[in-house]
């Protein structure tokens, strides 16, 4: 029996349709027009066609107070979350066509005379916030416990709060790769595993990469390309996150593939890597979480480090456009990536570029990573029952959610991932770099 089947079953069916109910009233200013998804609630109201192949299901009044007190993708996260919010038709691990469909529904804030009717028939029980769920981040006015944004403690603790949830977890929806940065597709048909080695080998090919170099990969997750530049190229390669769960585990996967005399990961902040000259640095699904006001140190800090000649690839969500803000939507921000941040492209290579770094090439992979989304989430469906075992029912719908949601968010266009690629040119204006580009597509 599949999640969408338990779920629905446990569900009972809506009871016959009010006209004037004051769950139903409240929804019915929470939505603007005729949905196209089935709208039912735990008192009986319906909304929408009955032959919708989506369908929402507020099954409490918590869940109706969760909507009402942040309307948005807040207050629907908050309830779906919590479980108070079913979505009928999908099944939780991929609920893409849901978000799909809920795309085209209108929701508004109520003006201040519908507000007051919303009181007058819920009471200020129904309208008084509930407990977010506890997957849920503080808001970032909140977290400066931790410390102001982006220094060494809160970007750590944010790191934590997104990486440190489980290795098995990531293994099962990730897959043997244990990547968790978009791959790169050289066919529609290739699997995942196939893609993320070609992503590798494309960095690296960009990188120049050859027996003896020194590589530095910042934010190197799980080692993937530690490992692969040692592997596949003889290269010295050492890399850092902040995430002590990924440290070990990429550390003993070093061992294990017999890599130590090449390959070494550290538990460290990129700003406390060594100052020594390294052949190229990769940077690949770091700059999302330094912050954009901290680009131009970024990028010096990495310059610095790399020898006279030597490449730098940066790979990254970037804004598809410049007038966005930078800060992500509250779900993001609170169940994902505390203190995220994105950018477009123009104002990555900027910073690269004023870096005092060459800006050689860049590339737009946005398909490439709608695609590793897709194949992600049907890990996570089919090891469902696993995950949730793991890591709860709640941070498991919030994996689906949120990389359904990217996914279609790369389809659309909203958000895009470049490949920056530079060299740190000499001051005789040698970049040490070919007339054209020397590596395979």
């Known amino acids: 029996m599949t999640a969408t089947t338990r779920e629905q079953r446990a569900s009972p069916p809506p009871r016959p349709h009010r006209s004037s109910t004051p769950v139903g ?8 027009g005729e949905p196209p998804v089935r709208i039912t609630t735990y008192e009986g109201t319906a909304i929408g066609s009955p032959s919708a192949p989506i369908g929402l299901h507020v099954r409490s009044e918590r869940g109706l107070s969760y909507l009402l007190t942040a309307p948005g993708d807040l207050g629907l996260s908050r309830a779906y979350v919590a479980g108070d919010l079913q979505l009928v038709g999908v099944h939780p691990g991929d ?3 849901a978000l799909r469909a809920l795309m085209q529904v209108k929701v508004r804030r109520p003006s201040a005379n519908e507000a007051v009717a919303i009181v007058c028939r819920l009471g200020w029980e129904g309208v008084r916030p509930p407990s977010p769920p506890p997957e849920e981040a503080p808001a970032r006015w909140r977290r400066t416990a931790d410390g102001l944004r982006h220094s060494r403690g809160r970007d750590a603790h944010a790191v934590q709060h997104h990486y440190d949830v489980s290795n098995a977890f990531y293994a099962h929806v990730l897959g043997p790769s244990m990547t968790y940065t978009c791959a790169v597709y050289r066919d529609p048909a290739d699997s995942l595993e196939d893609a993320q080695a070609a992503k590798y080998e494309l960095v690296a090919g ?4 050859r027996p003896g170099m020194r590589l530095l990969d910042v934010g190197c997750g799980w080692g993937g390309m530690v490992r692969h530049a040692a592997r596949d190229h003889g290269v010295r390669a050492l890399g850092v996150t902040l995430s002590r769960e990924q440290a070990g585990w990429a550390q003993a996967a070093i061992v294990r593939d017999g890599l130590t005399d090449l390959a070494e990961v550290r538990c460290m902040d990129y700003r406390d890597v060594p100052a020594e000259q390294f052949d190229a640095v990769s940077s690949i ?4 979480h330094i912050g954009v006001g901290h680009y131009a140190s970024y990028f010096a800090g990495l310059r610095d480090r790399l020898r006279p000649g030597g490449r730098l690839l940066n790979h990254c969500i970037t804004r598809a456009d410049s007038t966005m803000p930078a800060r992500p939507g509250p779900f993001l921000d609170r169940y994902v990536f505390p203190d995220g941040e994105l950018s477009c492209v123009g104002r990555v290579v900027t910073a690269i570029h004023d870096a005092g770094l060459e800006v050689q090439h860049q590339e737009n992979l946005r398909m490439h990573y709608a695609r590793t989304l897709e194949a992600w ?15 709860g029912i709640g941070r498991a719908r919030v994996w689906g959610l949120y990389m359904a949601g990217s996914r279609l968010s790369f389809e659309q266009n909203a958000i895009q991932l470049h490949q920056v690629l530079a060299t740190r040119t000499g001051p005789d204006g040698d970049a040490a770099f070919p007339l054209r580009p020397d590596w395979s597509a």
């Open 25 to 32: 009233d409240a929804v019915r200013i929470l939505v603007e």
């Open 95 to 97: 609920p893409y066509e």
């Open 206 to 209: 960009k990188l120049g990469l």
């Open 285 to 288: 699904g770091l700059t999302e």
């Open 377 to 391: 989430c049907g890990n996570l469906v089919r090891n469902w029952d696993a995950c949730v075992a793991e890591v």
